[in-house]
């Protein structure tokens, strides 16, 4: 991941127009995103190419069945102002000139599974629904199972070794040489579903603490599970006075179920890993999680400056209300909730197990969107070309625009917190685990459960699901056969 922020940041400064005659072009890049560059950057970086030919598909359309309300990620009707938008709308309008065609978004009702289970039925029926699909990783399963998308490396110009493709997870995700569904920069959910940790600047200069410490300290490494836990302790107040410690009261950290899913891969944890005979292997069942989960455990259930909101949303509207010092959430929490706050705030990376951990990791949230081309597609040529066009389109062009123009400038205070930006990207963790994790019993959502049954004993969780997940497991290997 190193590798993908340094290219994404190289992406903001390059300016390479798109040839007309040529065999190959280069993805011109739009003026915005230009405009963070520098004189001696883009002197010394080569521009970036999809190397894919200029062709005339005679007008046709390229539709994306999308998760509904994350369309504009993939289509704009207009120019609206807003960069972000414009971003969309330019890059389409750019791939529709080059390939003569046109880009739809399918919008899709049914919520995660359901969406699944719809694709699965146009699928089975024949029916000619879309040219790809982008939807939630964390039920990709269905379609896996169901047998409705097809081998991305049986296809012509997809390129995995690409900067916009996520080689470590495609390589852990692909059996027997077939990949179903790609994980890449197609959607900027790839980026903005980065977990990190916010923080009320304001509420922490009450306890002492001014927002350039904290982030001299995160720099020094000295960001860790412990240094969260002793200084949250005295961060409570009971606002109302009535003795009662609830959501009406003030406290150094708000927790709850989702956010949970983060720690393992902050610790450094890996779900699963891939053996030498190319399967999967559990790996999180060892003695550093059994620690860090007590660790974790104590922070949420045994420290008075915690609050844990057993709801699954919420905490960005009560952090907003200055109710906590500190709220975990996503890197999209920027982009929505947190532009009408009025405190200001900041963004740190999810606290290291201890300080010999070298670096900050940061789950990617389980709603990042993964790309599958449908069975029903008979022009995997078209598709993989106009995918691959759109993926490089959106590293290059759209992610600097929320990446360095929006997220970094727009919507961080500082260039202080900027570096923290890039810290977080610097550190995202992905684990292909959660691909499959409703199917495997939960296995990479174990963590969470423990914590939301206020229970430490991984151990007897894990062991009444063994038996299961090997045959889970195995029913995995041979949807790849």
Not at 38 to 59: K, N, Y
Not at 236 to 254: A, L, M, P, S, V
Not at 293 to 309: H, I, M, P, S
Request: proline fraction near 3%; charge should be negative; aromatic fraction near 14%.
């Amino acid at each position: 991941m190193k590798k993908w922020i340094t290219m994404l940041l190289v992406a903001a400064m390059l300016l390479s127009v798109a040839s007309c005659g040529g065999a190959e072009t280069e993805t011109e890049v739009t003026d915005t995103a230009a405009a963070v560059a520098t004189e001696t950057e883009t002197e010394t970086e080569p521009p970036l190419t999809d190397d894919l030919p200029d062709t005339d598909c005679g007008g046709r359309s390229y539709r994306i069945a999308a998760f509904e309300g994350y369309q504009d990620e993939f289509y704009a009707e207009e120019l609206t102002g807003e960069l972000e938008n414009d971003a969309i709308f330019h890059r389409n309008a750019r791939l529709e000139e080059r390939f003569n065609i046109s880009i739809e978004a399918i919008p899709m009702t049914d919520g995660a599974g359901g969406n699944y289970r719809t694709l699965v039925k146009y699928a089975t029926a024949g029916d000619d629904f879309c040219e790809v699909a982008a939807q939630e990783v964390w039920n990709m399963h269905i379609a896996t199972a169901a047998g409705i998308y097809q081998n991305w490396y049986d296809t012509k110009y997809f390129q995995a070794e690409k900067p916009w493709w996520n080689q470590l997870i495609n390589e852990n995700a692909t059996f027997n040489g077939k990949l179903f569904a790609l994980t890449g920069a197609f959607s900027v959910t790839y980026m903005t579903s980065t977990t990190a940790t916010y923080v009320n600047s304001n509420r922490l200069l009450e306890y002492g603490t001014s927002q350039d410490e904290l982030y001299a300290l995160v720099q020094e490494g000295g960001w860790t599970l412990d240094y969260l836990n002793t200084t949250v302790a005295g961060m409570y107040k009971d606002t109302n006075g009535d003795g009662i410690r609830d959501e009406k009261d003030q406290y150094g950290y708000g927790a709850n179920m989702f956010y949970s899913d983060p720690w393992a891969a902050a610790f450094d944890i890996p779900v699963t890993g891939k053996s030498e005979d190319g399967k999967l292997e559990i790996k999180l069942m060892q003695e550093k999680t059994y620690d860090a989960l007590t660790r974790v455990y104590q922070l949420y259930f045994e420290n008075e400056g915690v609050y844990y909101k057993e709801s699954w949303d919420g905490l960005m509207t009560e952090f907003m209300d200055g109710l906590f010092v500190f709220a975990p959430g996503e890197l999209r929490n920027a982009f929505n909730e947190l532009r009408d706050m009025e405190d200001p705030f900041g963004v740190v990376p999810n606290p290291k197990y201890d300080e010999s951990q070298e670096t900050y990791h940061c789950l990617v949230a389980d709603g990042y969107f993964v790309i599958g081309m449908p069975t029903t597609v008979q022009d995997t040529d078209f598709v993989s070309m106009i995918t691959e066009a759109m993926a490089a389109e959106t590293y290059i062009n759209v992610y600097p625009v929320y990446y360095d123009v929006a997220l970094k400038s727009k919507y961080s205070q500082d260039e202080a917190t900027a570096a923290m930006v890039d810290l977080i990207a610097g550190g995202a963790a992905f684990d292909v685990s959660f691909m499959y994790g409703t199917y495997l019993e939960m296995l990479p959502y174990m963590f969470r459960g423990c914590l939301n049954e206020k229970n430490t004993d991984l151990v007897s969780k894990y062991a009444k699901s063994e038996k299961k997940i090997e045959t889970a497991l195995e029913k995995i290997y041979q949807m790849y056969e």
